[in-house]
């Protein structure tokens, strides 16, 4: 009796231990697959999310970012976007793997004007391989050369201003960048020779990229049929160049002739088209990027005497050092102009939204402390317009002040990686830095050092409706040539 009573009690025990078992194991199942998404901006059905995303998405961030925290989601259309702010939530987007975040889908729009069998139009295998050949053609042995030509084409242009006159300065330095790309990218052939041909050329691809572009690349309007024709007649024009460098055996030192010269893995070398392309996405890459970016560093410059007065006083300090000689390692020296510069790029990063497509369930702890699990199918995205003025990160995030980027303060550091992301960061960061700043810096230690300038319009405005965001109004600068110093 007390034998079979026993059984029934260890039977029923094992029932009881087997039933919780069984809960903990289907909470802990649920728990995954009941996932904790993150908040979604409150929006009408269907175009409601659409409608905010195009008040501009910097306008939309400054709305839900307090409502929401750091980790929301936007619905636009029939795809979910989610947004992630700042440095706590920013590793995965910056650190992933192509096969769990991937840029070809959201990046996709770029492959009519960049062409065929480049970048986003090739597997990740290859892309990687061309990101090689940009990394190649950028490196340091290779930037002396170009800075040396940055430093003639700045001398040149700015030889054709007056004693003293009024310039738009914004005009004025995006004509100058056009020519230091073409020098330095495109080759001397484009600058001596076909330059009026290539950059109206370049000016019709331009055109081409409109916002509509991104979600309809191939859509039959005007501005999309130049953009096809302006791309054919390119590839005609570098093929023949191309050829005409192998044939003549002339080797220059451009960003064309490291192309000319990559190797894939398996030693097969690039072709024509495919130097084209990667010369294109080279151009789109940089060259309204550092023009905005220039024209922004003057503008602040000229509107604070205490940051103007500094880069002069550095000035003097590299002309005793250094005479007038001005080369990549004399430009090197110039850190409160490197400062300068990051500061108005922080304030103005031309990129203001970066995207990814997630095809892997991540989880990301919020700064409320809260787990979120971003879904495989969402797009992924980032804001360095919006990060780079946290406040908890940029103390007086708004104010223009380069010497947070100073040691002892070092600002975009405390915090962590992927603070300051002007130029993203991790995988994917900007291959072009370096060239970016050098190209700035020998532009404004040129005129820095040859004239004295002042801003006669009022502080530019932001041009929220360009596709790489930049200055809005003309910056109207009085210049006047500086006697010849004999110190
Ligand atoms: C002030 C100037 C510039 C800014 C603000 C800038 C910004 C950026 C940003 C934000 C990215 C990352 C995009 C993403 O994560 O989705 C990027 C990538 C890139 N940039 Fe720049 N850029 C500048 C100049 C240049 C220049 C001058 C070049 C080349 C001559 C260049 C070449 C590239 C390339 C090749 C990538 C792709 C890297 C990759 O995906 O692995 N950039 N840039
Ligand atoms: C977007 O997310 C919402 C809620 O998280 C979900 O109900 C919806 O199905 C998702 N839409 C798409 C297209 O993935």
Redesign the pocket.
């Known amino acids: 009796m007390d034998f079979i009573q026993n059984m029934y009690v260890q039977a029923g025990l094992l029932i009881l231990a087997t039933m919780i078992l069984a809960k903990i194991v289907s909470t802990l199942l649920c728990s995954g697959s009941s996932k904790n998404l993150p908040p979604m901006v409150s929006a009408w059905p269907i175009i409601g999310g659409l409608m905010k995303f195009l008040k501009g998405p910097i306008v939309m961030l400054r709305e839900e970012y307090p409502k929401l925290g750091n980790v929301f989601t936007i619905k636009l259309l029939i795809k979910n976007v989610t947004f992630l702010i700042g440095p706590e939530v920013s590793q995965h987007f910056f650190k992933a793997t192509e096969s769990d975040l991937s840029?070809q889908e959201v990046y996709q729009f770029n492959v009519p004007t960049f062409g065929p069998g480049v970048v986003f139009d090739v597997d990740y295998s290859v892309r990687q391989e061309q990101?090689r050949f940009?990394t190649e053609s950028?490196r340091v042995s290779k930037l002396k050369s170009y800075v040396d030509q940055m430093i003639l084409e700045a001398e040149g242009y700015f030889a054709k201003w007056g004693e003293e006159g009024v310039v738009d300065l914004k005009y004025e330095l995006e004509h100058l960048i056009i020519l230091t790309a073409s020098r330095c990218?495109l080759g001397r052939e484009v600058r001596d020779q076909l330059f009026e041909d290539v950059s109206s050329l370049f000016h019709d691809l331009d055109s081409g990229m409109l916002p509509i572009s991104v979600v309809f690349p191939y859509l039959p309007i005007p501005a999309h049929h130049r953009r096809d024709k302006a791309r054919k007649k390119l590839a005609e024009i570098f093929t023949k160049i191309i050829q005409g460098r192998k044939q003549s055996g002339n080797v220059e030192s451009d960003m064309l002739q490291s192309f000319i010269d990559s190797k894939y893995k398996d030693g097969r070398p690039t072709t024509e088209s495919e130097v084209t392309g990667l010369l294109i996405?080279?151009l789109f890459?940089?060259q309204h990027?550092?023009s905005i970016?220039s024209t922004w560093t003057g503008a602040y410059l000229l509107s604070h005497k205490k940051y103007l007065s500094s880069v002069l006083e550095e000035q003097k300090d590299v002309k005793k050092r250094h005479g007038d000689k001005l080369d990549h390692d004399v430009l090197a020296e110039m850190d409160v102009l490197y400062r300068c510069i990051k500061e108005a790029?922080r304030l103005h990063?031309?990129?203001i939204v970066?995207?990814r497509s997630n095809h892997r369930d991540f989880t990301v702890t919020a700064k409320d402390g809260k787990d979120y699990v971003i879904p495989k199918g969402h797009v992924v995205a980032t804001s360095?317009a919006f990060s780079n003025r946290l406040p908890h990160i940029f103390k007086n995030p708004d104010t223009y002040d380069p010497d947070r980027f100073a040691p002892g303060r070092e600002e975009d550091k405390v915090a962590g990686a992927f603070s300051y992301i002007?130029?993203?960061g991790g995988?994917?960061?900007?291959?072009?830095?370096p060239?970016?700043y050098l190209q700035i810096k020998a532009i404004w230690t040129h005129l820095l050092r040859n004239f004295e300038l002042e801003l006669i319009s009022p502080f530019p405005e932001i041009d929220w409706n360009a596709m790489v965001v930049g200055v809005k109004d003309k910056v109207m600068v009085r210049y006047r040539r500086r006697p010849l110093s004999v110190d």
């Open positions: 840029q990101f940009f950028l990218l996405a080279a890459a940089g990027t550092s970016t790029l990063p031309p990129l970066l995207l360095p002007s130029f993203g995988r994917h960061g900007c291959l072009g830095e060239f970016a």
